[in-house]
């Protein structure tokens, strides 16, 4: 089993950045894949950002190119993501999830793991 946990969400301003942090624990060397979803109230989870097992494929949403950027840092079972320019439509959970492997990166189903989320609260 993998354990993931976010942290770093909050509420900013539009224009601002925030960094959402995921700590894996557990079976740790499964965690291939690791990437970013979001969900907003009303809306279905989508892919926003992920990445490779050594980090150097990533992937991003349309709507998040040019703003946000994932990384890791496996030595600290460590997943970022760096939100700049976020505007109110970037409002909503924020979940890790983790993977041993998949065809399609920013696709739910390759994540078997999930955190519970971090809050990202975006005002104009």
């Known amino acids: 089993q993998v354990q993931l946990v976010e942290s770093g969400g909050g509420s900013v301003q539009a224009g601002g950045s925030l960094r959402l942090s995921c700590v894996a624990s557990?079976?740790?060397?499964?965690?291939?894949?690791m990437g970013w979803f979001r969900q907003a109230p009303g809306k279905e989870r989508e892919g926003v950002a992920a990445?490779?097992?050594?980090?150097?494929?990533?992937r991003y949403a349309d709507s998040v190119k040019g703003r946000f950027a994932i990384s890791r840092d496996n030595a600290k079972n460590t997943l970022y993501l760096q939100l700049n320019s976020l505007t109110p439509e970037d409002t909503a959970m924020y979940y890790c999830?983790?993977?041993?492997?998949?065809?399609?990166?920013?696709?739910?189903?390759?994540?078997?793991?999930w955190g519970q989320g971090t809050q990202v609260t975006v005002s104009s």
């Open positions: 557990g079976a740790t060397h499964i965690t291939k894949i």
């Open positions: 990445t490779s097992p050594g980090g150097s494929i990533t």
């Open positions: 999830a983790a993977g041993a492997a998949g065809s399609s990166y920013l696709a739910a189903q390759s994540y078997p793991y």
